[in-house]
């Protein structure tokens, strides 16, 4: 039975159970302490034992954030990213709460804080980084809580994805600016975005044990889906890489940090007058093309190694004026 009383100016709940240890819990006002000790009864209840939410009221969203970014974050293949996503998370005044008080409404108040800085996508990635953690806490590091307030509230609509296509003779212009520039690398790294579709971050971490020039195959041990793929590749592809190997420095076929080429990429689109393109916007070049050539489905995620077929409706913009021929 609970016992709500007044003691040192304060209001103390405490919820007594036979063959259970006492629990007691100070407030500011009466309300407070009579609404924690029903919850705390209800709970005991409905489970039979009393649950211990010392940890709940002590952790803050800050603490669960840092420890979730050091025994989580650090194993994943995306940790380096994850992590600066969280250290901004980190900032946010949510991060003062404790876990025993967080609510639904205090995770939707953030949602549409946020979203009048940043896309709907970065909202959503932060709030699944937000309620993994608080799985997490509830299955593995002993954290009462009776249910994950994030799986509650509205989640907000991913952003439209990206259909920019490379226009007439924009490929020229960015291959003349990356002549233009003073890194050396830009150039084949643009080639072979377009002609292999994959990735800025596999493209750099390239070696030169993974290419086979005889068999026209680049080999990629370790993708984002989690599996190692095969990548064929055309004769443009093959001639940059000879090229490249002619001037090899190293084991890798492009030698340059992923902070390199951002820099370089920035300086090097503006050169082109090409302000709104993104690099992984030639992913999206080199896939669509793939389809437009003729490629089927499955041998376009082959190349490119989407696992759901359905996610090639993100790349496969096709121009409306290029299959009025085949329409006849």
């Known amino acids: 039975m609970a016992t709500i009383r007044k003691l040192r100016g304060r209001w103390q709940g405490q919820v007594r159970r036979k063959g259970m240890q006492p629990r007691a819990k100070s407030f500011d006002s009466k309300g407070e302490a009579e609404k ?6 209800a709970e005991l209840d409905r489970c039979g034992s009393m649950p211990d939410t010392r940890l709940a009221e002590q952790m803050t969203v800050h603490a669960l954030l ?27 005044t949510i991060c003062f709460r404790t876990l025993a008080i967080l609510s639904p409404t205090d995770i939707a108040v953030y949602r549409d804080e946020r979203l009048k800085v940043v896309s709907g ?7 699944n980084v937000l309620g993994h953690a608080i799985d ?37 212009k960015l291959l003349d600016a990356a002549d233009a520039g003073r890194n050396p690398y830009m150039r084949s790294l643009i080639i072979l975005a377009l002609e292999t579709a994959m990735r800025q971050g596999e493209l750099l971490s390239l070696s030169w044990t993974d290419i086979d020039l005889e068999r026209r195959i680049a080999h990629l041990d370790m993708t984002k ?22 001037e090899r420095t190293g084991d890798l076929v492009l030698p340059i940090s992923k902070s390199s080429a951002g820099q370089a990429w920035g300086h090097l689109r503006g050169r082109a007058g ?31 190694g989407h696992k759901e077929l359905r996610m090639l409706q993100r790349y496969s913009h096709l121009r409306a004026v290029d299959l009025v021929d085949r329409l006849g």
Request: a positive charge; glycine letters at 4%; proline letters at 5%.
């Open 136 to 172: 997490i806490a509830r299955k593995e590091w002993g954290v009462h809580l009776p249910q994950n307030p994030c799986r509650m509230i509205r989640r907000p609509a991913p952003s439209r994805p990206r259909d920019r296509r490379l226009e007439v003779g924009e490929e020229q």
């Open 225 to 246: 889906n989690g599996e190692s793929r095969d990548v064929p590749l055309s004769t443009r592809a093959i001639e940059t890489l000879q090229s490249l190997a002619d």
């Open 36 to 41: 924690w000790a029903r919850s705390l009864e």
């Open 274 to 304: 090409s302000h709104n393109l993104h690099f992984h916007d030639l992913r999206h070049e080199a896939v669509t093309r793939l389809l437009e050539r003729g490629f089927n489905v499955i041998e376009t995620a082959t190349i490119s």
């Open 66 to 92: 840092s420890r979730y970014r050091v025994e989580i974050t650090s194993a994943k293949r995306s940790a380096q990213t994850e992590s600066i996503r969280i250290g901004a998370m980190l900032r946010r």
């Open 121 to 127: 996508s970065t909202v959503l990635k932060e709030l």
